[in-house]
Nanobody, 123 residues
Framework: QVQLVESGGGLVQAGGSLRLSCAAS????????MGWFRQAPGKEREFVAA????????LYANSVKGRFTISRDNPKNTVYLQVNSLKPEDTAVYYC????????????????WGQGTQVTVSS
């Protein structure tokens, strides 16, 4: 089993930045792609970003491209999402996910999910 724990969320003003972290534990072998998804109140969960195990391939939703950056540190079993130039519409619970294949925008392809971290952008 793989356990994922997100952290780094918080309350920020529009234009601010955060770095979200997702720490993986358990039976984490090589080859896991990681993704970030988010869910705003009353909305469906949507894709945000994904990264291959090597970090050589990244995917972004159009709504965050140029503002968010996904990265990973495999020796630390951690994936990050740097979120810059935050907008009120970025307010959501942010979830990380893992799968044993390539990076994907399709959330059903991910096998493991964290509990989420809240990002709230004011004004």
């Amino acid at each position: 089993q793989v356990q994922l724990v997100e952290s780094g969320g918080g309350l920020v003003q529009a234009g601010g930045s955060l770095r979200l972290s997702c720490a993986a534990s358990g039976r984490t072998g090589v080859g896991y792609a990681m993704g970030w998804f988010r869910q705003a109140p009353g909305k469906e969960r949507e894709f945000v970003a994904a990264i291959s195990w090597s970090g050589g391939s990244t995917l972004y939703a159009n709504s965050v491209k140029g503002r968010f950056t996904i990265s990973r540190d495999n020796p630390k079993n951690t994936v990050y999402l740097q979120v810059n130039s935050l907008k009120p519409e970025d307010t959501a619970v942010y979830y990380c996910a893992a799968r044993g294949g390539e990076a994907s925008r399709i959330q059903s392809r991910y096998d493991y999910w964290g509990q989420g971290t809240q990002v709230t952008v004011s004004s």
